[in-house]
């Protein structure tokens, strides 16, 4: 039996959710203090959102006692509308991973979505799907929402292009290849064998490009002919080889069912090697005990107005998202970088002045010497018995400041320490403005 309260608040609720648009997005459950409870997705936000406060349904039913309480805790619900049910599969990923809403279980782990990459550096590029991108400077697709259908279109793409698939090193200059048997594959006609030197660079490239331009068009041609064909053979009463054609058909369509690169970040396939990383850190800091956590800082100011700061912890050189936090500036007014910094620094670590955290072995700065100067006097104003191994990096060069160094260090571009100091800058950039960019300005940061 619900009280008058409850009574009224399920009211406001059903009041409000008619007005949500009936188009794909997400929708975000939140208590009475503006905490997300829970995060999800629907092709209808009305209807979908709708069912969770209907009069007569049973939740406990259908969707367990989980979902009761959390609808019992829900004080208001947010909707973002996207372009398409892929955008609302992949924002919903990146949304949980980042804020972990205590009523979502799945996705809260280090998962990602699959890219399909193409080694374009190569001699004879190979094409692949993967989690985890083996050359920053390779061409990818992607991310894709199912990985099933990806790895049985690119069955049937590589009929069509003759691609390789296999992780052999293949160079040009290796005249040994002529003496190489090629695997079944190319038996079956499935791949050209650059491996057998069966094939030239120019005419293997001239594959690769083929199939790179047929996965950046509509590709209204290939379906056309294959309806054609589904037609042909139904007419014919070969419904076997119909039946083919119309799965080919689906599976081809199915490469649509993908984010950007630029559009749907996955930080965690794009980190530098982390125990190269981290070892050669520890000497570059003189350090007497290994590197293990690394948290990195960033101020952001959304649309001019609203100043967060964003932290994220990287353990063993790896992202842990559950040690991310971001600040809503309160003391300082203005655009003021070096105040904001300085709050948000005096704020994270009052509990390890107090002795009821750990300190991190490493905190880096977005940004140059003033920055670095500023986090400098906020551990001086804090009373800090010992500064960590306190950094900054520059954008423009990728210049590394350190504290208590004269000068600053110059890296090379492919030298891991700079790789990862990179990566945990753009993703405290990343999470600092995320909630700004998904949620419209909605005021969901964290205050701590």
């Not at 990459?117 to 991310?143: A, W």
């Not at 120019?202 to 379906?223: C, E, G, H, M, P």
């Not at 100011?301 to 063993?316: C, N, P, S």
């Not at 670590?349 to 072995?361: F, I, Q, S, V």
Request: aromatic fraction near 8%.
């Amino acid at each position: 039996m619900i009280n008058a309260d409850q009574k009224k608040r399920l009211e406001d609720l059903r009041e409000a959710i008619r007005t949500f648009p009936t188009g794909p997005g997400l929708y975000l459950m939140k208590d009475a203090d503006d905490k997300v409870l829970y995060v999800g997705k629907a092709k209808n936000l009305r209807s979908r959102v709708g069912s969770y406060f209907q009069p007569g349904a049973n939740l406990h039913e259908s969707r367990g006692p989980w979902i009761v309480e959390m609808v019992a805790k829900t004080a208001s619900v947010d909707y973002l509308q996207t372009d398409s049910e892929v955008d609302a599969i992949l924002q919903e990923a990146r949304l949980i991973k980042d804020i972990h809403p205590p009523y979502n279980t799945d996705l809260k782990d280090a998962k990602t979505f699959p890219y399909l990459e193409i080694t374009t550096r190569q001699d004879f590029p190979g094409v692949y799907i993967t989690r985890k991108v083996q050359d920053s400077r390779s061409r990818l697709f992607g991310p894709f929402t199912s990985v099933s259908d990806l790895r049985a279109v690119i069955v049937v793409l590589q009929k069509i292009y003759k691609f390789r698939t296999c992780t052999l090193d293949i160079r040009e200059k290796d005249d040994k290849r002529r003496f190489f048997r090629p695997c079944i594959l190319y038996n079956i006609r499935q791949c050209s064998a650059p491996c057998g030197d069966r094939v030239s660079r120019a005419d293997y490239r001239k594959q690769i490009n083929d199939f790179v331009t047929f996965l950046r068009s509509k590709r209204a041609t290939v379906l056309r002919q294959l309806r054609k064909q589904m037609a042909e053979a139904a007419a014919g009463l070969d419904f076997e080889a119909a039946a083919e054609c119309r799965d080919r058909i689906r599976l081809i369509e199915s490469l649509d069912k993908r984010g950007t690169v630029a559009g749907h970040i996955q930080p965690e396939v794009f980190a530098a090697d982390p125990i190269e990383a981290m070892t050669k850190l520890q000497a570059m800091l003189k350090a007497d005990q290994p590197i293990r956590i690394i948290e990195g800082f960033d101020i952001a100011h959304l649309a001019g107005a609203e100043t967060v700061g964003a932290m994220v912890q990287f353990i063993d050189g790896k992202p842990f998202k559950e040690g991310y936090r971001r600040f809503k500036i309160k003391t300082v007014t203005g655009v003021d970088d070096y105040a904001c910094l300085k709050e948000v620094i005096s704020r994270r670590y009052k509990r390890a002045m107090a002795g009821e955290e750990l300190w991190p072995d490493v905190v880096l700065i977005d940004g140059g010497i003033g920055q670095l100067h500023a986090a400098e006097e906020a551990f001086f104003e804090m009373g800090a018995p010992k500064l960590p191994n306190l950094m900054s990096i520059a954008k423009k060069e990728e210049l590394l400041y350190i504290h208590g160094r004269d000068r600053e260090i110059r890296l090379p571009a492919n030298n891991p320490v700079r790789k990862l100091m990179q990566t945990i800058r753009d993703e405290a950039h990343r999470f600092a403005q995320h909630y700004h960019h998904i949620l419209r300005k909605k005021k969901l940061f964290e205050n701590k």
